[in-house]
């Protein structure tokens, strides 16, 4: 690994990552509100921002100066796979310079891909193409976190984990899936995916996890309000 990648590796170890995002039909979706709220989240401590699409990253680049994972979210038909899903999206990534860029790596043979590839022939080309770019594997399960780091993902990540039809109705955060990634798969693994309270976090990090990724409990104002409204009964 290159010396600015190991840079940026040690810049977020131990840290909090904060996803800014928001769909197009989430009250806050604006570039330059999440440019705003990547600022906040770095006055606030965090070391590192994960953001979706290249108009978001663009405006949250002129504002922060904190690794970026980026994505774009990209519906193909019925496919299921949408997180940065072909490498017309990884180009774009590329192009507009995120520090590391997240990818589904599901299990292919039960999520197909919209290109139809394997996650094996898909990511052999991403790695070809792009060498010295750091990428991150979201998964939903230890087996696709293990093989994401057997293939040579650098990053693995619990994003999808309840995400799958074969994870779904799993309680979240998942501490022991965690843990076991941490312990086995020899990569840095990043703890996302159900994190709302700072004991959580500190739980996490515990686990052995490289870093953590929080995003609705910081950036989603609609999200915590239903949550402080359900506890009311309202």
Avoid at 37 to 50: F, H, P, Q, T
Avoid at 148 to 160: K, N, R, S, V
Avoid at 206 to 224: F, K
């Amino acid at each position: 690994m290159n010396q600015a990648n190991q840079k940026i590796l040690e810049q977020i170890k131990g840290g909090l990552i904060v996803s800014c995002q928001a769909l197009e039909e989430e009250p806050l979706h604006s570039s330059y509100i999440m440019s705003r709220m990547a600022y906040a989240a770095m006055l606030g401590g965090a070391v590192g921002i994960r953001a979706n699409t290249v108009a978001d990253i663009t405006e949250i680049k002129k504002t922060v100066d904190l690794p970026v994972i980026g994505i774009i979210k990209q519906n193909y038909d019925d496919c299921d796979v949408y997180i940065t899903p072909t490498m017309k999206e990884i180009d774009a990534l590329v192009e507009c310079g995120v520090s590391i860029i997240a990818t589904d790596a599901t299990d292919s043979a039960k999520r197909p891909r919209p290109d139809k590839k394997s996650l094996d022939e898909f990511f052999g080309e991403v790695r070809k193409k792009y060498p010295d770019q750091l990428f991150m594997a979201d998964c939903s399960c230890y087996e696709e976190g293990i093989h994401a780091a057997q293939i040579g993902f650098d990053l693995i990540g619990t994003t999808m984990r309840g995400y799958t039809e074969y994870t779904r109705g799993t309680a979240l955060p998942d501490f022991g899936v965690m843990e076991r990634l941490a312990r086995d798969c020899g990569k840095p693994v990043v703890a996302e995916g159900g994190i709302w309270t700072p004991d959580q976090l500190r739980k996490a990090l515990d686990s052995g996890v490289w870093t953590a990724v929080i995003g609705g409990a910081i950036t989603r104002p609609l999200e915590i309000t239903k949550r402080f409204v359900a506890a009311i009964g309202r």
